[in-house]
């Protein structure tokens, strides 16, 4: 199975958020960081100032409830695509 990681925060999906051109974003939002796909990461440059607030707000997940209890957030970070960095 592919998976798809945030251009944000890194978290894993087993669909692309962006559709299968990587070019068609459906608006969902991250579990974790809370970025609009296709809206808050539409450019890598957005992608990194978004990254920059949730970072400076704590890093508090989006949807608590989905964190896994082990999360290792430094380790999800690397997981953002190169060109989001």
């Known amino acids: ?3 798809w990681y945030c251009r944000v925060c890194g978290l894993d999906y087993d669909e692309s ?3 299968p051109d990587g ?3 459906d608006y969902s ?7 609009v796909f296709g809206y808050d990461d539409y450019t890598p440059n957005s992608a990194r100032g ?3 607030q949730w970072l400076a707000a704590g890093a508090v997940w989006f949807y608590p409830n989905m964190k896994p209890q082990n999360w290792q957030m430094n380790t999800q970070l690397q997981q953002v695509p190169a060109r989001y960095h």
Do not use: D, K
């Not at 939002?29 to 970025?35: I, K």
């Open 1 to 3: 199975m592919e998976l």
């Open 23 to 25: 070019h068609s974003p």
């Open 50 to 52: 978004y990254r920059a």
């Open 17 to 19: 958020p962006w559709g």
């Open 29 to 35: 939002t991250c579990a974790c960081c809370g970025v």
